[in-house]
């Protein structure tokens, strides 16, 4: 994975690390001088609007005295941290939320520390092993994962039921009223797209996703059939497009059937909805005569610390305290995020939570574990974003489908 000249350069930062990780749980009471430190930290708006971060930052400062912490917190997202990290590595914040796919990049940049001690240990301990890997290159271990990353299927139960939402065929056929979309159609930059794909045997780069020979085969006759079926449904009149009306929008008047979104804005709906509402698994679908279960991509979203932070001891001690039980099960609570960590997924709250069961369904049901390889992190996106894009502009169309399922094979595979 040309990991090796990437490990070397940062071999005596990851062993200071180590040590320094080591110390993550000490609490510093028994005295001593007070050191003047500042900490960034940057964390999705629903860490800040719920109070969570806030109430964090302030309770670790109570616990760790020997340090006078100046924190400044910005608002970034998870999926928009690696393309602001590189913009500036040093000028990025100390500890920062990550979506795990963004991992390589960021390891390959010099632009997060490998974890050692206290935290590697939380991580390969308590972490549950469905998403552990996600936050490592082979051994090492470079984030802590706190909550599962993938998308399921919610329904308004005024236009659906459970039977309805087993397969597109059926959410499509479904009799609605003329002003009300039965699907929302988002490709999430690609994310959301890999589904039809991926659930009709597809791949990029072979089966883990990492073998660059393997090639890509979405141009055969499969792919063909799934690109003919987006195209359908894309254009379906009862199939609402992202980016031309928003979800919230619709559900507040009852106009959506079904739409797939994860469990960080499981909240903002069901305020909408309340009993309404309704969730399971991304349902089957059938392009070509076989009935496929759509599989979305499963990762998990991290915590990880920036290599070049000033303060590295506070930074992975404050990391640590981040992705505890304690303060997962506090995420959970106060922002319906799933825990990853063992205890606090197996508390009664997480086991008898609608929503956990069913991203645990998805997981094990209805998904594939997202590709991490450098090359499809930098060119998947892109492409397989544009696939939509020209099917709703018409610039893709079952006439030439072939030619550009060739096109966007011969950009992934480019040497």
């Given at each position: 994975m040309?990991m090796?000249k990437?490990?070397?350069s940062?071999?005596?930062?990851?062993?200071?690390?180590t040590l320094?990780?080591?110390c993550?749980g000490?609490s510093g009471k028994?005295?001593?001088e007070?050191?003047?430190?500042?900490?960034?930290?940057?964390?999705?708006?629903n860490q800040v609007d719920t109070?969570?971060?806030e109430?964090q930052q302030?309770e670790f400062a109570?616990?760790?005295?020997?340090w006078?912490?100046t924190?400044?917190?910005?608002i970034?997202g998870?999926?928009?941290?690696?393309?602001?990290i590189l913009?500036?590595?040093?000028a990025a914040?100390?500890?920062?939320?990550?979506?795990?796919d963004?991992?390589i990049e960021l390891?390959?940049?010099?632009?997060?520390a490998?974890?050692?001690?206290?935290?590697?240990k939380?991580?390969k301990?308590?972490i549950?092993?469905?998403?552990?890997a996600?936050?490592?290159?082979?051994?090492a271990t470079?984030a802590?994962?706190?909550?599962h990353?993938?998308?399921?299927?919610f329904y308004d139960?005024?236009?659906?039921?459970e039977?309805?939402?087993?397969?597109?065929?059926?959410?499509?056929?479904?009799?609605?009223p003329d002003?009300?979309y039965?699907?929302?159609f988002?490709?999430?930059g690609?994310?959301?797209?890999?589904?039809?794909?991926?659930?009709?045997?597809?791949?990029?780069?072979?089966?883990?996703?990492?073998d660059?020979?393997?090639g890509v085969?979405?141009?055969?006759?499969?792919?063909v059939?799934v690109?003919?079926?987006?195209?359908d449904?894309i254009?379906?009149?009862k199939?609402?497009y992202?980016?031309e009306?928003?979800?919230?929008?619709l559900i507040g008047d009852?106009r959506?059937?079904?739409?797939f979104?994860?469990?960080?804005?499981?909240?903002?709906y069901?305020?909408?909805l309340?009993?309404d509402?309704g969730i399971?698994?991304?349902?089957t679908?059938?392009p070509?005569g076989h009935d496929?279960?759509l599989?979305?991509f499963?990762s998990s979203?991290?915590i990880?610390?920036n290599?070049h932070?000033?303060n590295?001891?506070?930074a992975?001690?404050f990391?640590?305290?981040?992705?505890?039980?304690e303060q997962?099960t506090?995420?959970y609570?106060?922002?319906?995020q799933i825990p990853a960590?063992?205890?606090a997924g197996?508390?009664?709250?997480?086991?008898s939570?609608p929503?956990?069961?069913?991203?645990?369904?998805?997981?094990n049901?209805?998904?594939?574990m997202?590709?991490?390889?450098?090359?499809f992190?930098?060119r998947?996106?892109?492409?397989a974003?544009?696939?939509?894009t020209?099917?709703?502009?018409?610039?893709l169309?079952?006439d030439?489908?072939?030619?550009?399922l060739d096109?966007?094979?011969?950009a992934m595979?480019?040497?």
């Amino acid at each position: 994975m040309k990991m090796k000249k990437v490990l070397a350069s940062l071999l005596a930062m990851a062993m200071s690390v180590t040590l320094l990780a080591g110390c993550g749980g000490d609490s510093g009471k028994s005295g001593g001088e007070v050191t003047d430190i500042s900490l960034k930290v940057w964390c999705p708006q629903n860490q800040v609007d719920t109070g969570i971060m806030e109430q964090q930052q302030k309770e670790f400062a109570e616990a760790h005295p020997e340090w006078n912490i100046t924190w400044t917190t910005e608002i970034v997202g998870e999926d928009n941290a690696k393309t602001e990290i590189l913009k500036d590595v040093g000028a990025a914040a100390d500890v920062f939320f990550f979506a795990s796919d963004q991992l390589i990049e960021l390891v390959d940049a010099g632009a997060i520390a490998q974890l050692g001690g206290t935290a590697e240990k939380m991580v390969k301990e308590e972490i549950a092993e469905s998403v552990r890997a996600t936050a490592m290159i082979g051994d090492a271990t470079y984030a802590i994962p706190f909550t599962h990353n993938t998308f399921f299927l919610f329904y308004d139960k005024t236009l659906m039921n459970e039977d309805d939402i087993t397969s597109l065929e059926k959410i499509m056929a479904k009799d609605t009223p003329d002003n009300v979309y039965n699907f929302y159609f988002e490709s999430a930059g690609g994310w959301k797209l890999g589904c039809y794909y991926y659930g009709a045997g597809l791949t990029v780069f072979g089966p883990e996703g990492n073998d660059l020979s393997a090639g890509v085969d979405w141009n055969n006759e499969t792919g063909v059939a799934v690109t003919n079926y987006l195209i359908d449904l894309i254009n379906n009149p009862k199939c609402a497009y992202d980016g031309e009306i928003s979800v919230t929008e619709l559900i507040g008047d009852h106009r959506l059937g079904v739409w797939f979104d994860g469990s960080w804005n499981y909240d903002a709906y069901k305020n909408i909805l309340g009993d309404d509402m309704g969730i399971s698994i991304i349902p089957t679908f059938n392009p070509d005569g076989h009935d496929y279960q759509l599989k979305g991509f499963y990762s998990s979203k991290c915590i990880g610390v920036n290599a070049h932070s000033q303060n590295m001891a506070a930074a992975v001690a404050f990391a640590t305290y981040l992705g505890s039980e304690e303060q997962q099960t506090l995420r959970y609570e106060k922002s319906a995020q799933i825990p990853a960590n063992i205890a606090a997924g197996q508390s009664e709250a997480v086991t008898s939570d609608p929503l956990a069961s069913v991203i645990v369904r998805e997981a094990n049901e209805a998904s594939v574990m997202q590709p991490v390889h450098s090359v499809f992190s930098t060119r998947y996106w892109t492409y397989a974003g544009a696939i939509p894009t020209e099917i709703r502009s018409k610039e893709l169309t079952k006439d030439n489908v072939k030619a550009k399922l060739d096109a966007f094979v011969a950009a992934m595979t480019a040497e």
